[in-house]
């Protein structure tokens, strides 16, 4: 059910990041106590709790909403359009800028791993030629990259032409790059998931990276 997934998610995601969270402001507090006032102190530990792990909670919201849209319709057109309204929302406030700008980017590996066999068939054709094209466009977008391509300053919000741009610039960028990336790991999986340390750092040992990213947040 929606209610036992969610549940499974939160105890894999929140509960690790609200214990390492805990540690870290529990060992901040010990050193600075003095130095900071408590309301500071409180509004440092709620913008600490939101914006260190941003992107813990941009994953857990992302699967929120796939959840969601696939328990309404599992058509890949529904999920497609719901990410782009999710991207396009003029939401502000907080971390949701960054949560807007990751969850097309999960749209697109549910729906990839929804239709692997599939995409595998189709491109193999013509991977060489899409391949390129996208090496083409992942550095033209970044030669025209600037600090306001960045969703933390754009906000990814459009309210005129050069922050059409920016967006633009940010969203296909980063999709085209992260094509790339995806088929270079597919192309490496492909080459050693026969080997057995290959398979212990992709299978076992990936699976508990987000310690490391907690620990460095």
């Not at 105890?11 to 870290?24: A, E, G």
């Not at 010990?30 to 600490?48: I, K, N, P, Q, Y």
């Not at 959840?67 to 058509?75: D, G, M, P, V």
């Not at 396009?88 to 692997?116: E, N, V, W």
């Amino acid at each position: 059910s929606f209610t036992r997934a969610a549940s499974d998610r939160a105890k894999q995601l929140l509960l690790p990041m609200l214990f390492w969270w805990t540690f870290m402001e529990t060992v901040k507090l010990a050193a600075l106590w003095r130095a900071t006032s408590l309301t500071s102190g409180l509004l440092e530990f709620v913008d600490d709790f939101a914006g260190t792990y941003w992107f813990i909670w941009a994953t857990f919201v992302s699967y929120l909403l796939i959840k969601i849209s696939t328990r309404l319709n599992q058509r890949s057109w529904v999920i497609s359009g719901l990410a782009i309204l999710v991207a396009l929302a003029p939401l502000t406030f907080s971390i949701s800028p960054l949560i807007r700008f990751t969850y097309p980017f999960f749209c697109f590996g549910f729906l990839l791993a929804q239709s692997r066999e599939r995409w595998t068939s189709t491109s193999r054709h013509h991977k060489p030629l899409l391949i390129l094209f996208l090496s083409i466009v992942t550095c033209v977008c970044f030669l025209a990259w600037g600090k306001d391509t960045y969703v933390y300053n754009n906000l990814g919000v459009i309210h005129d032409f050069r922050s059409a741009k920016d967006v633009l610039l940010m969203f296909v960028g980063s999709a085209a790059a992260s094509a790339i990336a995806i088929e270079i790991l597919l192309q490496c999986w492909s080459v050693g998931h026969s080997n057995r340390m290959a398979r212990f750092i992709a299978v076992e040992l990936g699976q508990t990276t987000l310690l490391l990213y907690l620990v460095q947040g």
